[in-house]
């Protein structure tokens, strides 16, 4: 079992709609959990960073932890087309110094 | 604000030859990275450098050297390069070892 799976997609909504994207992960020891949105030719960009179970809301975007399934979800409200890009969670331990582990990504695409 | 800068951003080479990428940050980051982005292979750690004087390997180290040259600056150099190490190369780098990372838009190597 990988130790982050994410669903590769792509995954097609119109404007406006509300997005779910999720990353299972296997190891118990993952504390710190990130997002990261990476448009085509570009390097990713970090969207949000949470080390709690629960909800972490920025603007229309909430991330959501759940360590007792070991599920994150990144929820997008209000779609738009710029949203289109691929979508990466990436997660790491909390014991010393470790790295991060990234998901393979989800493409999105929001058509207009 | 430059952020994470790689050069070049594109290269041809030829089996065999060598190579250095370079990547500078302008964040005062202590820690950086490099990765390297495949299809369906997601991000990959291949160096990275906790901070200034040390580097260790990641997941995919071989073939690749690397060398933190100050604070801001973390080459990374193909001493004999393989078609299997076409990829896109994605330098990053973070405040701490265990904060978030910040990208480059990298750099595309074909090696013929």
């Known amino acids: 079992q990988k130790e982050v799976e994410q669903d590769p997609g792509p995954l097609s909504v119109p404007e406006g709609a509300i997005v779910s994207l999720n990353c299972t992960y296997s190891?118990?020891?993952?504390?710190?959990f990130m997002w990261y949105r990476q448009y085509s030719r570009k390097g990713p960009e970090l969207l949000m960073y949470t080390y709690s179970s629960g909800n972490k809301e920025d603007g229309r975007f909430t991330a959501q932890v759940d360590k007792s399934s070991k599920y994150i979800s990144l929820f997008i409200r209000d779609s738009q087309p710029s949203d289109s890009a691929t979508y990466l969670c990436a997660i790491r331990a909390n014991s010393g110094y470790s790295t991060l582990t990234f998901g393979k990504g989800t493409m999105l695409l929001v058509s207009p | 604000n430059a952020g994470v800068t790689q050069t070049p951003k594109f290269q041809v080479l030829k089996t065999g030859q060598s190579m250095t990428l370079q990547c500078a940050q302008d964040m005062n980051h202590n820690s950086m990275y490099w990765y390297r982005q495949d299809p369906g292979m997601g991000l990959r750690l291949i160096y990275y450098s906790a901070s200034e004087g040390t580097t260790d390997k990641g997941e995919v180290p071989n073939g690749y050297n690397v060398s933190r040259l100050n604070k801001r600056e973390f080459s990374l150099r193909l001493e004999s390069a393989a078609p299997s190490q076409t990829s896109v190369y994605f330098c990053?780098?973070?405040?701490?070892?265990?904060?978030?990372?910040?990208f480059g838009d990298g750099t595309r190597l074909s090696i013929l």
């Open positions: 990053a780098s973070s405040e701490g070892a265990n904060q978030p990372q910040h």
């Open positions: 190891n118990s020891a993952f504390q710190y």
